[in-house]
């Protein structure tokens, strides 16, 4: 028995697709990634914030603030 030889371009759009499909999941994994990045940015933000308030008691405490504030 005699088997057809593989259609050239049905081996390449096979490769394409399994391309693209490593790009989506490479995407997804970013994606969560970055995430992440974002969450722990905010979780610094509040720190800082925090700490501003922190120092601005204290200056005032020790009378070291502007008379505008």
Known sequence: MVT???NVVLVL???????????ADDLQDLKV???SVEE???????RLDRL????????HRL????VAH
């Open 40 to 46: 722990g940015l905010a979780g610094v933000n509040r």
């Open 4 to 6: 057809e030889p593989e």
């Open 13 to 23: 759009l096979r490769k394409v697709d399994a391309r693209t499909e490593r790009m």
């Open 33 to 35: 990634r970055m995430t």
């Open 63 to 66: 009378e070291l603030t502007d």
């Open 52 to 59: 501003e308030t922190r120092v601005e008691r204290i200056e």
